[in-house]
């Protein structure tokens, strides 16, 4: 494994236990395990949890048995051209190096379609297998229920070579698409559905991104994915239990062609329950549709919860292997609160991103009594005093400056502690002012503020007995930079995916999850802030200069996450 990677954290869990166990009973000397996408879209955050466990476990098991070839492989299971491009694959590698991991181990489940191949005639030689010609509504009536046992193919008793004549000639292309498919002979009235003579390849008269027009017939995946596992030695087969059910026959397939194959190992398939979190859509297919349809911007919009995505919104690897990390690995499946990802974020963040100055919807302010040509270098830390970091840089400022609407009030009520006609408030790091006046334009809104500053307020003097409850941030008028910011929020309005009609579900995306605001104004320090920078801005939230849009005179800045932490609240942390 790569000497870059993330260093193991002590885990206790079931599949740790089986490879202890495993490791003690001598069954195996090593820990191969393999991370195997389809390259049909990008990755999300459920798939950051797989990332992690398969490579943290090939990380921590490389260590414990130094010089053991313990190992994570990458591998694209590309079993079906249609939906499959290079695109893909540049963007899934891009995510788990991302992520901090490195694979010891580079395939495509197409490296081995001549093998598979082989074995497929095997198994036809031997009894296992049959050319069906069945159409796909005729095979679903013979398939039978979960009540009713399924009826034999007219087409499940064929020669040996009559099978493989087919077989043959639809490899070399004599046949349409659907027209035959090579199906495993094992039990139509298993309880099993999947084991009622699955389907092990069909022809698809459709160019490969790795192997372009040399086949016409491809694997299925439940077929493909075993034998893979087999040819490179994986020991521990590790998928979430939607694939509990085909664990029967990977069984199958790895058993029937073990001694035919001779594959350096045994591997067995390991179920853990999937990462499912509320408030978003982790669903490829919609996801997808969300894309396609233009909903959101691409497959990085920070809407949506793609690793791509997440990492374009700010959010660093660490938050996102210390939120799988408190997760765990269990038997059941179960939603995780949005809010504890958000919780591991801050966390993370609280550390990384500097403090900085930030007004998202400005009015302002007119201080009459400080000296008009004046302009004062005040300084201001980057980090509170929980932090321990040091750093600060100066701030500007002058008679004018700008405050968020929010935090002024013509009619306040009577435990309002911001700035209001009469009321004082202090600056942050700067003076306490009090409004005077207010200007206001045709039909009565505030457009303008008046106000006094006491000079022995400054930041750092404390009067005896002044008390100034309310804080406020501000920017320097003449110094600000303007800025465009993008607030983000969670993807769906409601809690739960919804599961019903597929033309229903679109109701459920937040109208809100993007809103844009043009004319916010930033402190001058973040005039030549770099694409990628982290920053909270006080009061506001954390943001990161947007990695494609953002550049030195246009500013652009994603919400990553607010500053309101209500799972850690809920959890008792701090």
Excluded at 190 to 197: E, L, Q, T
Aim: proline share 5%; glycine share 6%; charged share 30%.
């Amino acid at each position: 494994m790569s000497s870059s990677a993330p260093a193991p954290v002590k885990h206790s869990d079931f599949i740790r236990d089986i490879i202890n166990d495993d490791l003690e009973a001598k069954r195996h000397s090593q820990v191969v395990t393999r991370f195997p996408p389809e390259p049909n879209g990008f990755l999300h955050i459920g798939h950051a949890k797989s990332i992690c466990l398969n490579f943290g476990l090939a990380n921590e098991y490389a260590q414990k048995l130094p010089g053991s070839g313990s190992r994570c492989h990458l591998r694209f299971d590309d079993t079906d051209p249609a939906k499959e491009d290079t695109l893909f694959e540049e963007g899934i590698q891009e995510d788990v190096r991302w992520l901090g991991f490195e694979w010891g181990g580079f395939f495509h489940a197409s490296d081995y379609f001549e093998k598979m191949y082989e074995y497929a005639e095997h198994l036809i030689s031997v009894g296992k297998a049959y050319v069906c010609s069945l159409t796909d509504a005729e095979t679903k009536q013979y398939r039978g229920d979960v009540k009713t046992p399924g009826t034999n193919s007219p087409y499940r008793d064929r020669s040996v070579e009559e099978n493989l004549d087919l077989f043959r000639r639809m490899r070399k292309g004599e046949f349409k698409d659907g027209e035959h498919v090579l199906r495993a002979k094992i039990d139509m009235a298993a309880a099993n559905m999947k084991m009622r003579d699955p389907m092990l390849y069909r022809i698809r008269h459709t160019a490969h991104h790795m192997t372009g027009d040399k086949w016409c017939i491809y694997p299925m995946y439940d077929y493909a994915h075993p034998i893979s596992d087999a040819i490179e030695g994986i020991t521990h087969s590790i998928c979430t239990l939607e694939f509990e059910n085909n664990r029967e026959l990977y069984d199958w397939v790895v058993d029937n062609l073990m001694e035919y194959a001779k594959f350096p190992s045994r591997p067995h398939q390991y179920e853990f329950a999937r990462l499912n979190l509320n408030y978003t859509v982790m669903s490829k297919r919609r996801l997808l549709e969300l894309v396609q349809n233009k909903h959101v911007s691409g497959w990085d919009d920070p809407r949506l919860p793609t690793i791509a995505g997440m990492r374009r919104r700010g959010i660093t690897p660490e938050a996102l292997r210390a939120f799988c990390a408190s997760v765990g690995i269990a038997k059941a499946n179960s939603t995780v609160d949005m809010a504890q990802l958000e919780f591991h974020i801050r966390d993370d963040l609280n550390q990384k991103a500097p403090r900085v100055l930030a007004v998202l919807k400005p009015i302002k302010v007119v201080i009459d009594n400080y000296p008009a040509d004046q302009v004062e270098e005040l300084d201001a830390s980057y980090w509170p005093h929980d932090v321990p970091k040091e750093g600060s840089r100066k701030v500007p400022f002058s008679r004018e400056i700008y405050i968020e609407q929010d935090d002024f009030m013509l009619e306040p009520p009577k435990d309002y502690f911001r700035l209001a006609p009469g009321k004082e408030v202090r600056l942050r790091y700067a003076y306490c002012i009090t409004c005077t006046d207010v200007v206001k334009d045709a039909d009565g809104n505030v457009t303008e503020i008046h106000c006094t500053y006491d000079p022995e307020t400054k930041s750092g003097n404390n009067p005896i007995g002044r008390k100034v409850k309310g804080t406020i941030h501000w920017v320097d008028a003449k110094h600000a930079h303007d800025a465009e910011v993008r607030l983000y929020d969670r993807l769906l309005s409601v809690e739960a995916s919804p599961v019903g009609k597929d033309s229903d579900w679109l109701e459920s995306v937040n109208a809100q999850a993007l809103q844009v605001v043009h004319g916010a104004k930033v402190e001058r320090s973040l005039g030549e802030c770099q694409p990628g920078d982290r920053f909270q801005f006080e009061r506001q939230g954390y943001f990161v200069a947007d990695v494609k849009d953002s550049k030195p005179g246009h500013l652009v800045f994603n919400r990553i996450v607010t500053l309101k932490d209500s799972w850690a609240k809920a959890q008792g942390k701090k």
